[in-house]
């Protein structure tokens, strides 16, 4: 029990991380703050995933490819940010 409420807790640290930085883009219009909210959002969708296969779904179904794919897309977002939009 005390496995999934670190989980969940790492999903919405995530999720706040991603409004925080995502609403700082919408206030000063920085690129880096949009990059770094998308990579976020990509981390939450990540945990949250992890939550339903551990938590919610059955312990048998095995996600891990597809945590994997939104994890890479996610620091892929950073990464594009960091290289290609850099001042």
């Known amino acids: ?9 790492c999903a919405l640290t995530s999720l ?6 995502l609403r700082g883009f919408a206030r000063t219009k920085a690129r880096l703050l949009l ?3 998308l990579c976020f959002g990509g ?3 990540n945990n ?8 919610i779904a059955a312990p048998g179904n095995d996600l891990s490819l597809l945590r994997s794919a ?4 996610a ?7 960091l290289i290609w939009d850099a001042e």
């Open 48 to 55: 949250l995933l992890l939550v339903y296969a551990k938590v």
């Open 35 to 37: 990059w770094s909210g």
């Open 16 to 21: 706040t991380c991603a409004v925080l930085l």
């Open 43 to 45: 981390l939450a969708v």
């Open 70 to 73: 939104t994890a890479v897309a």
């Open 1 to 9: 029990m005390a496995a999934a409420a670190i989980y969940i807790l």
């Open 75 to 81: 620091l892929s977002l950073m990464l594009y940010g």
